[in-house]
Nanobody
Framework: QVQTVESGGDLVQPGGSLRLSCKAP???????????WGWYRQAPGKERELVAS?????????NYADSVKGRFTISRDNSRKMVYLQMNNLKPEDTAVYYC????????????WGQGTQVTVSS
């Protein structure tokens, strides 16, 4: 069952910024809060990859793929059942459809995928 709705994608020039949002409207907070959440992306012709993750509160430990480290920041708002991805200094290679999902073992997605949000970085 699809649990998430992603938004915030757009066409942006190289060096620009975007903030992606993910909400889980049908998920109760007692299920949302203990989950490890992540942002994935899938570029044309490539496999979907995990780019950022954040552990449950209070620790909120974050991890990033090397390709986005220092440019992307993941955060979460448990009270609103939201996960965010702040993306700065965007590069053409960041062009992809971005998805959020809770993580099961070995970084595998826990739920069905939402529709994603398209990010295009181009001049």
């Amino acid at each position: 069952q699809v649990q998430t709705v992603e938004s915030g994608g757009d066409l942006v020039q190289p060096g620009g910024s975007l903030r992606l949002s993910c909400k889980a409207p049908r998920m109760i907070t007692s299920v949302f809060n203990p989950n490890l959440w992540g942002w994935y992306r899938q570029a044309p012709g490539k496999e979907r990859e995990l780019v950022a993750s954040i552990s449950p509160a209070p620790a909120r430990v974050t991890n990033y793929a090397d390709s986005v480290k220092g440019r992307f920041t993941i955060s979460r708002d448990n009270s609103r059942k939201m996960v965010y991805l702040q993306m700065n200094n965007l590069k053409p290679e960041d062009t992809a459809v971005y998805y959020c999902n809770a993580l099961a073992n070995s970084e595998q997605p826990k739920y069905d995928w939402g529709q994603g949000t398209q990010v295009t970085v181009s001049s």
